[in-house]
């Protein structure tokens, strides 16, 4: 079911943390992704200002978040879009979709180049992520090639390949 809601996105403001953590804790089985997020925010190679999204309802409630964090490919840098989440009760409504998108247009202006997705390989083509292989990337573990996805936002020069060093909240 989609909407034609239109969401409101904003970069994570202080004071979002406690919303943000609920909605990845509600979102997901296990309260490890909203555990992620705050390792993320507290780790400094990691955290880019202004590359946590948020989407609301008209009210004001947070209701999805999308965080982009750095990573590498062979030494270059590069972004990682996880984790994504919306409340369950907002799900399917465009909110995870707008904050994913304005989390792209946040690494866009910023002048990222490159984003990289381990996610569902019928979601995340809709914002242009093909598989990552197809540049020769790959994870430091075992996955489908599908799940493995990336993003060029500017195509200028070369895009690095070889294993992406995800930051060390990340376990890899």
């Known amino acids: 079911m989609t909407s034609s809601r239109t969401w409101t996105t904003r970069p994570e403001a202080p004071g979002d ?3 943000i953590h609920a909605i990845n804790a509600a979102a997901f089985p296990t309260a490890a992704e909203a555990d992620l997020v705050d390792a993320l925010r507290a780790d400094r190679d990691a ?3 202004g590359l946590s999204l948020v ?3 008209p009210d004001g409630t947070l209701v999805a978040h999308a965080l982009l964090t750095r990573c590498h490919v062979a ?3 590069a972004l990682a879009l996880a984790p994504c989440a919306v409340l369950p009760e907002y799900q399917g409504q ?3 979709s707008a904050a994913v998108t304005a989390a792209l247009d946040a690494a866009r202006t910023a002048g990222e ?3 990289l997705v381990l996610g569902h390989a019928d979601y995340y083509p809709r914002f242009g992520f093909v598989p990552a292989s197809r540049w020769g990337i790959r ?3 075992e996955v489908p090639d599908e799940a493995m996805m990336a993003l060029v936002l500017d ?3 070369p895009v690095p390949s070889g294993v992406i060093q995800y930051s060390s909240p990340f376990g890899s």
Do not use: D, K, M, S
């Open 17 to 19: 943390a406690a919303a």
């Open 47 to 49: 955290w880019i200002p």
């Open 55 to 57: 989407a609301q309802a």
């Open 75 to 77: 030494g270059r840098p």
């Open 94 to 96: 465009g909110a995870g």
């Open 113 to 115: 180049r490159l984003v």
């Open 139 to 141: 994870a430091p573990f």
């Open 155 to 157: 195509a200028v020069g």
